[in-house]
């Protein structure tokens, strides 16, 4: 079985970082495309980044210039770098991933999340 773990949330001030880690675990084969998607209550849950297997990233508008995603394969994790924070940036932060993986002589690709991490941006 395959499973994504968050890690890395918790309290900051405004204007503080935090760092984010997502670790893929199980019978992979291959990472494909990966994201971070975030819900705060009350509202949708929302595309924060992306990132290709090449490490090509795209950011939504509101964390543009602030956050950094990056993904090391050989550890099967992704990384959110996340600076300048702000109030409006709390949230449950969820790891996405498509993930292509191996087992009885079959491959078996599909998408999976994570738990979520919470990360509280207040003074």
């Known amino acids: 079985q395959v499973r994504l773990v968050e890690s890395g949330g918790g309290l900051v001030q405004p204007g503080g970082s935090l760092r984010l880690s997502c670790a893929a675990s199980g019978n992979i084969f291959s990472l494909d495309d990966m994201a971070w998607h975030r819900q705060a209550p009350g509202n949708q849950r929302e595309l924060v980044a992306t990132i290709t297997t090449g490490g090509s990233t795209n950011y939504a508008d509101s964390v543009k210039g602030r956050f950094t995603n990056s993904r090391d394969n050989a550890k099967n994790t992704m990384y959110l770098q996340m600076n300048s924070l702000k109030p409006e940036d709390t949230a449950v932060y969820y790891c996405?991933?498509?993930?292509?993986?191996?087992?009885?002589?079959?491959?078996?690709?599909?998408?999976?999340w994570g738990q979520g991490t919470q990360v509280t941006v207040s003074s």
């Open positions: 996405y991933a498509k993930i292509t993986g191996y087992s009885e002589g079959y491959f078996h690709a599909g998408d999976y």
